[in-house]
């Protein structure tokens, strides 16, 4: 099968390049049945570029979905940020996220490069980079209490730099503990993961979100998932897809999730 959706794109309404109708006009000529708009919800502790106009971001897009809707099923979602406080009224699907861990009364940003987290984890974890994945995925298992959410986004982002450096050992049985912990227990509260691509299209890495080891125990669980570039691009709306689709049937998936009339369902890999 060919995958022909993405739930995860951002636009200029926070750090995306395109306008939402742009996107939309790519993914119509890239064959695609849905496209979904999931701009970071707006926080007061990032210094990314942040949706904060939600009202007209909502309106533009239940707009195109009018519009579009003999072409094209357009979806308006919002990625948030698990600690960002904001209304997560009208919007149709969800997809949680961490960009950044709560230390203290601070929040401390780790989406960056490998310089950058490698001082995160000497300042706040005495250079142990296992103490800073330990305290990522406790923190991310208290998703479910900060939103109804659908989707949970990356689940392992702070394996973005694995290909640059080293920050921590993902094949030791300790932070294969702390993950498969939390992985087990949004299984069980949200149930679908994304696997994504966006790490690809911006050069860091060249295999998508998350780990083989991860993907492969998520099948076991019962995880269901759905395949996203994160997109801040339109002409990376599919990017990786191919490779992406071979990489998950190899670790077990026989099936993804598709939207389909505002809901999730299962098809044939
Ligand atoms: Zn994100
Ligand atoms: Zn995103």
Redesign the pocket.
């Known amino acids: 099968m060919t995958y022909k959706q993405n739930l995860?794109t951002h636009t200029v309404y926070c750090d995306g390049k395109d306008k939402p109708e742009d996107m939309i006009l790519k993914a119509i000529e890239l064959g695609f049945d849905a496209i979904g708009f999931s701009g970071?919800s707006p926080t007061n502790y990032s210094n990314l570029t942040i949706l904060d106009r939600t009202e007209e971001y909502k309106r533009e897009i239940y707009s195109l979905k009018e519009k579009y809707s003999e072409k094209i099923e357009v979806y308006c979602g919002l990625?948030i940020?698990m600690y960002s406080h904001v209304s997560q009224a009208g919007y149709e699907y969800l997809?949680g996220?961490m960009?950044y861990l709560k230390m203290n009364d601070r929040y401390v940003g780790f989406?960056c490069s490998a310089d950058v987290v490698q001082k995160v984890i000497d300042e706040y974890f005495n250079s142990n980079g296992l103490l800073f994945a330990k305290e990522y995925y406790n923190q991310l298992a208290l998703l479910p209490k900060y939103g109804n959410f659908d989707i949970v986004?990356?689940f392992d982002?702070i394996t973005k730099n694995i290909e640059k450096a080293f920050l921590f050992d993902t094949e030791s049985k300790e932070y294969q503990k702390y993950a498969l912990e939390t992985l087990e227990y949004l299984t069980d509260k949200i149930g679908i993961f994304e696997v994504n691509t966006?790490a690809i299209a911006r050069g860091y890495r060249t295999t998508p979100y998350p780990q083989r080891f991860i993907l492969e125990k998520m099948k076991e669980f019962g995880g269901k998932i759905i395949i996203t570039s994160?997109c801040h691009d339109k002409n990376l709306l599919d990017c990786n897809y191919n490779q992406t689709i071979e990489y998950v049937k190899s670790c077990g998936f026989s099936e993804v999730q598709i939207i389909r009339k505002g809901k999730f369902a299962g098809v044939k890999l």
């Open positions: 995860h970071h990625e940020d997809i996220s960009h989406d986004g990356h982002i966006g994160d």
